[in-house]
């Protein structure tokens, strides 16, 4: 330190020196105060995590997977979707007000299979039940089915038959019951809805709805198929809770500092589980974590923690897999760029 100290005092006494350090410090205070404001005086523009366009990212991701047949409402007729769900009306299905309509309708479909599609169009397996209590699912499938005529929505007036993709028979659960997009207090029908989900009683009977298996033959041997009825069009999900064993705790996800509940989303993916993926969707404002409702993590357990945003028209992303503790505490220090196909096969590429 002293050396320090003697060698600073000789270059004070330097002239040429001096005037070295003066150049330096107006280059340095010229270089600050054009580094800080632009032209017009403003501060150099920061990108900055945008909750709206992530929004629209998960909406339009909806609207294009969208499909769209035509039937006879009279005679009704099956739609069969690109990953093989098909639905089968009977005929004089579709009505207004009560009223069966008659010539040609549209029936649209989305299928959601894959965990990903789960993440990037928000579509999450967060069950809610009665009691308000939230808890994780595990899924079979999600589907919107919906039908119109002349841009109006039509009512399903008799009950439709789902029946999923052809499931390999290792990979059946015979506890799958149905859901409902919903929740307390939400609206959630239509292509937009981010709700949560709620068992469902289709046929009215007050009990809630147990999917059927039935067994089939293709081209490629034997498979299976889960069937249900529904009574109503909009979201519907084959379910069933996870039913967690052992001690559990809560979960928190520490984010960077620009980031909130407004203008990111995170998920929980629970490994060995292809279609679990509950959304972390309880922001405390206090710690600036995000959490989840019911403190119901089993401690032990290996997830994944799926960070997505949208900053200045690029989707950016982290995903880190952990072990969970008692009291745990996820740390994200930064998020990268990245395109969503390669988003896609990463997150279906988790254990």
């Not at 600073?8 to 010229?30: A, C, E, H, R, Y």
């Not at 929004?55 to 035509?70: G, I, K, P």
């Not at 004089?92 to 309708?105: A, D, E, K, Q, R």
Request: with cysteine.
């Amino acid at each position: 330190m002293k050396t320090q100290k003697e060698n600073i005092t000789n270059l004070n006494n330097s002239k040429g020196v001096s005037q070295f350090f003066k150049n330096i410090v107006v280059v340095s205070v010229l270089t600050f105060f054009t580094s800080c404001v632009t032209d017009n005086g403003d501060a150099p523009y920061q990108p900055q995590p945008d909750g709206d366009a992530l929004a629209e990212r998960f909406y339009n991701n909806r609207v294009d997977v969208l499909q769209e047949f035509t039937l006879d409402a009279s005679t009704g007729g099956v739609i069969t979707g690109s990953q093989g769900t098909q639905v089968t009306f009977a005929p004089n299905s579709f009505g207004i007000n009560g009223t069966p309509v008659t010539g040609n309708v549209k029936v649209q479909l989305i299928e959601i299979y894959d965990k990903a599609s789960m993440v990037l169009k928000n579509r999450s397996t967060l069950g809610e039940k009665a009691n308000g209590d939230k808890e994780a699912l595990k899924s079979a499938g999600q589907f919107f089915i919906n039908a119109q005529q002349a841009n109006n929505d039509l009512e399903l007036l008799v009950m439709a038959e789902v029946t999923s993709k052809p499931v390999d028979f290792a990979d059946l659960d015979g506890g799958m019951k149905i859901f409902r997009a919903g929740g307390l207090d939400n609206d959630c029908d239509g292509i937009d809805a981010t709700c949560d989900w709620v068992e469902a009683d289709e046929d009215g009977d007050g009990q809630t709805d147990d999917a059927k298996i039935r067994d089939g033959q293709g081209a490629d041997g034997e498979f299976a198929t889960y069937n249900y009825d529904i009574g109503d069009f909009g979201w519907t999900n084959l379910d069933r809770w996870y039913n967690f064993v052992g001690a559990k705790t809560e979960l928190f996800i520490d984010v960077p500092n620009e980031f909130n509940q407004d203008n990111c989303a995170v998920y929980l993916s629970y490994d060995g589980e292809p279609t679990a993926l509950a959304r972390m969707d309880v922001y405390n404002t206090e710690l600036e974590m995000f959490t989840e409702h019911y403190g119901l993590i089993p401690v032990g357990m290996e997830v994944h923690i799926i960070m997505v945003a949208e900053i200045d028209g690029q989707l950016h992303y982290a995903i880190q897999g952990t072990t969970i503790v008692e009291d745990h505490i996820e740390v994200i220090t930064s998020l990268s760029p990245i395109s969503q196909p390669a988003l896609e096969a990463l997150i279906n590429g988790l254990p």
